[in-house]
């Protein structure tokens, strides 16, 4: 291979990487109480027999509303068996709060409630 084909391979090579590093997820930093008020809510909804994945790789999101203050929302989204699951988990910004949980199975709301 000639020298100018290795710079070219080289090249794209490098903005290959650089390209998908951009094209990532930003990872997410998920206060712990919101994962516990998460896996709380599954462990309620299965006793009501809704057979959320129970020890699933959930992948986050922060789906705040840019500008909003006070209140925060997560959520969590698997999809296991061809079946979409999604969790959101919103709490104003307090000592304590109380967490609205929602969780939908293929766009329909199968469970909510408040988990402190």
Do not use: H
Not at 78 to 103: D, F, K, S
């Amino acid at each position: 291979m000639r020298k100018s084909s290795w710079v070219i391979f080289l090249c794209f090579v490098v903005l290959g990487t650089m390209w998908l590093a951009g094209c990532a997820p930003e990872p997410v930093d998920v206060p712990d109480e919101v994962i516990e008020a998460r896996d709380e809510a599954i462990t309620l909804a299965s006793q009501d027999d809704i057979p959320v994945p129970q020890n699933a790789v959930w992948t986050a999101r922060n789906i705040t509303p840019t500008g909003l203050v006070g209140y925060s929302t997560f959520q969590f989204s698997v999809t296991i068996e061809a079946v979409n699951w999604i969790i959101e988990v919103g709490y104003p910004i307090v000592l304590e709060p109380t967490y609205e949980v929602t969780i939908f199975q293929d766009d329909v709301e199968v469970w909510s409630g408040e988990i402190e």
